[in-house]
């Protein structure tokens, strides 16, 4: 592999109205061994209009939002 090309595994997350459960969920990714396989992860949670604090607690672990 090129020294330049970066190898990247993006999970997506659909969530609406997920605050109770939707850290357990990215806390369970396993990040550490992603990553130790070469892949730098992105986890990407796809906010489907909820009207709870499922952005900010996705966000809060790490987790970019949409």
Not at 48 to 55: K, Q, V
Request: aromatic content about 2%; hydrophobic content about 40%.
């Amino acid at each position: 592999m090129d020294s330049m090309t970066e190898r990247r595994l993006t999970i997506v997350i659909p969530a609406l109205n997920e605050e109770k459960g939707i850290a357990h969920t990215i806390n369970a990714i396993p990040r550490e061994e992603i990553e130790k396989a070469g892949y730098k992860t992105q986890i990407l949670v796809v906010d489907n209009g909820s009207r709870d604090r499922t952005a900010e607690m996705a966000a809060r672990e790490g987790a970019d939002v949409i």
